[in-house]
């Protein structure tokens, strides 16, 4: 009986790995025509801004293409909070040109970034959505200095 179990079970591992093996889907053509209507796309879905001193530079730029064969339309660019502003090309983008959205993030908040900006296009479909991330840091105040003089050091 033991004999009979184990011989059921060997074939069905065996069964189980040979269904397992299976072969490699060819490369995508990489030479295919455009998709039809047009198709936003990115470089970066991430907007990162890395580690960043608070009251920098709040400013980001997120490149894309119109990879499709029609005019690509940006109706609408929304962040998920007041301090996420996008700024977005309010003209149709043709076939095969690029162009940026402009994300502003408030950098007098302290602490992590962790916001998106949903964009909502002419293509159909799901809107796209950029992940801005990383980490506002207080600013080190200066230490001021005096003179030697002031401090009672040298003359």
Known sequence: MKNLFLICFLMFGMAAFAQAQTPATPAVDQ?????????MTFESLICDYGEIEQNSDRDRFVKFTNTGTEPLVISNARGSCGCTVP??????????ESSEIKISYATNRLGKINKTVTLTTNEGGKPHIIKVVGQVNKKEDAVPTAPKSILGGGK
């Open 87 to 96: 700024v977005w090309p309010k003209e149709p983008i043709m076939p095969g």
């Open 31 to 39: 030479t295919e025509a455009p998709a039809e209507g047009p198709v």
